[in-house]
């Protein structure tokens, strides 16, 4: 198994790890570290391409596809309609622009990794130049987004009063069980992935018992 797809499996394992929700606010820090967890997955992808590894393009593809359906159309549309907006209507948060602005130019970035996946074939291979450039502009945008996240927007959420905060956790909640399907249908490529290069999930035991929806 080569080591792209070894390193693609540290990001599964922290989902895995991930699985206590009871409380959709934890969820979402969650959420942050599994982000985390990707986002030191591309920066050692960079670091392989600028060695002059080549750029495994299914892996790529794979965490590409994490990054739109699971960070952009879970996390930042819960952060953008229904965190914010609350915060915001009740004078705690400053207007959201910024957030948006920030995850739209992520957006671009990513888009623009997708860009170079799909223009990689057999015999003119991704540039190992190109990507360590954009996944590391990406890691470094990434990283500082997380950071400001949580010092600003999740500080801001313990002075919510008791009532807020549970009408915000019901909300956020429901918001859950409709996104609940993302996570599994990754594992179900990641999985297909595997098995195309003769490995299987199965021969990496679970770290801890698999408990949750997400593993
Ligand atoms: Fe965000
Ligand atoms: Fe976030």
């Not at 948006?100 to 291979?125: C, K, M």
């Not at 002075?159 to 859950?176: H, P, S, V």
């Amino acid at each position: 198994m080569s080591d792209w797809i070894s390193e693609l499996l540290t990001v599964q394992e922290q989902i895995r790890k991930e699985t206590v929700f009871d409380d959709p606010i934890e969820r979402l820090l969650q959420e942050h570290r599994i982000i985390a967890a990707l986002t030191c997955t591309l920066e050692v992808w960079s670091m392989r391409a600028e060695d002059g590894d080549e750029v495994d393009v299914e892996c790529v593809d794979a965490l590409v596809n994490l990054l739109t359906e699971f960070v952009d159309e879970v996390h930042h549309e819960k952060e953008e309609s229904l965190l914010m907006p609350q915060l915001v209507a009740l004078g705690l948060m400053p207007e959201q622009e910024d957030l948006r602005a920030e995850h739209q130019h992520e957006r671009y970035l990513v888009g623009a990794l997708r860009y170079l996946t799909r223009l990689a074939e057999p015999d003119d291979p991704l540039s190992s130049r190109r990507f360590a450039t954009l996944a590391r502009e990406l890691v470094a945008f990434q990283r500082a987004h997380l950071e400001s996240e949580t010092r600003g927007i999740y500080g801001v959420l313990e002075r919510l009063d008791e009532g807020r905060r549970a009408a915000l956790k019901r909300e956020l909640q429901a918001f859950d069980r409709r996104k609940e399907p993302v996570l599994r249908a990754w594992r179900a490529r990641l999985e297909r992935l595997l098995e195309r290069r003769g490995g299987s999930l199965e021969e990496r035991p679970p770290t801890e018992p698999a408990t949750a929806i997400w593993a």
